[in-house]
């Protein structure tokens, strides 16, 4: 069984910066990619960013220059600097290995006017 546990959420005022990282556990295979999605009130899930286990990242345009993702063996962080109010969302985790896809259970970002 693997389980993938976030931290780092949390209330920031607007240019303020937080860091989510992402610890994975259990049974772990190799991990193909791994990044992070989020989900406002009345909004579906978005992706935000994903890194792939060459390292190779990808963004959305909405966070581009401010997010940087990045990853330590099976732990995904994220670096979330200059935020935005509408960046204020639940962010989920999740990884994949040998095809089947593996979330956290959100971390709540708040970021204020």
């Known amino acids: 069984q693997v389980q993938l546990v976030e931290f780092g959420g949390g209330l920031v005022q607007a240019g303020g910066s937080l860091r989510l990282s992402c610890a994975a556990s259990?049974?772990?295979?190799?991990?193909?990619?791994m990044g992070w999605y989020r989900q406002a009130p009345g909004k579906q899930r978005d992706l935000v960013a994903t890194?792939?286990?060459?390292?190779s990242t990808n963004y959305a345009d909405s966070v581009k220059g401010r997010f940087t993702i990045s990853r330590d063996g099976n732990t995904v962080y994220l670096q979330m600097n200059s935020l935005k109010p509408e960046d204020t969302a639940v962010y989920y985790c999740?990884?994949?290995?040998?095809?089947?896809?593996?979330w956290g259970q959100g971390t709540q970002v708040t970021v204020s006017s």
């Open positions: 259990g049974i772990i295979f190799s991990i193909s990619g």
């Open positions: 999740y990884h994949i290995q040998r095809g089947d896809t593996y």
């Open positions: 890194i792939t286990s060459y390292g």
